[in-house]
């Protein structure tokens, strides 16, 4: 059965494709495909508004510690 | 916008964005991350006093997370492993179009990788930390990290090509498809 190294295809334009980098990336970000997808999955949470509870538990926490006088 | 800076509850909601990201990320469920999320924050608040404000908030309380993500695992047990079953089936679903996976493949990719593969490429590669930041983290050798990112591309880019006839006995629809790909 032949196996094509790479089908031609896929991921292929990765090296020579100039990938810009974002804030965040590291010397150990993956610049190709696969990095592109794991920074594409990151922003999809990341553009969406915290969650109302999540910012009413930070906010209990705060005021609770006011109240303790810390 | 002030000049002093943040306070510690400022910090921490600038960094929950890309913290929500890695627990989702992580656990592949959105009610398990959320709560892993609150966790993370009950527990940063309650041992604040421990975080010097201006060094990496981000990182510490991704190791907060990763290890209550853990420590749940430990007490749940069979019941993940049960979770992780049904995604990784879901891989057995061929690529729609010519060999190319969409993000909810690559995500089921994803979960399909050991949590500790896939924890070390989340980080690196999606939280922005380097190697020796991650090895903080997730409390092992750089050289521990560096490995399971690489078997983690390694086998990620083995199954978003999913080149086939492959090792893993391509179903005749998934051949078809490459056959067409083939004849473009």
């Known amino acids: ?70 | 916008m002030n000049d002093s800076p943040p306070t510690f509850k400022q910090a921490m909601l600038a960094a929950l964005p890309s913290l929500r990201a890695f627990a989702l990320s992580l656990s592949g469920r959105p009610d398990r991350a959320d709560d892993l999320v609150q966790e993370t924050v009950m527990k940063a608040w309650a041992k604040q006093d421990s975080f010097k404000l201006g060094t990496n908030m981000q990182a510490w309380l991704v190791t907060i997370l990763r290890n209550t993500f853990y420590s749940q695992m430990r007490k749940r047990g069979r019941e993940v492993q049960d979770t992780e079953g049904a995604f990784t089936a879901r891989l057995s679903v061929p690529p729609s179009h010519d060999g190319v996976m969409d993000m909810a493949d690559f995500k089921h990719a994803l979960l399909s990788l050991p949590d500790e593969q896939r924890e070390a490429l989340l980080l690196v590669g999606a939280s922005g930390f380097s190697y020796e930041e991650t090895a903080e983290i997730c409390d092992c050798a750089v050289g521990t990290i560096k490995s399971r990112v690489s078997r983690a591309r390694t086998k990620l880019q083995e199954l978003l090509q999913i080149s086939g006839p492959s090792d893993y006995g391509a179903d005749p629809v998934s051949q078809r498809v490459v056959s067409r790909s083939f004849a473009d």
């Open chain 1, 1 to 70: 059965m032949g196996q094509t190294p790479n089908n031609g295809k896929a991921a292929v334009d990765t090296a020579s494709e100039a990938v810009p980098k974002d804030d965040r990336s590291s010397e150990a970000m993956p610049q190709d495909e696969i990095g592109r997808r794991l920074r594409a999955m990151y922003a999809e949470v990341e553009s969406e508004t915290i969650p109302a509870d999540l910012i009413a538990l930070l906010e209990k926490l705060d005021a609770a510690e006011e109240r303790d006088g810390k």
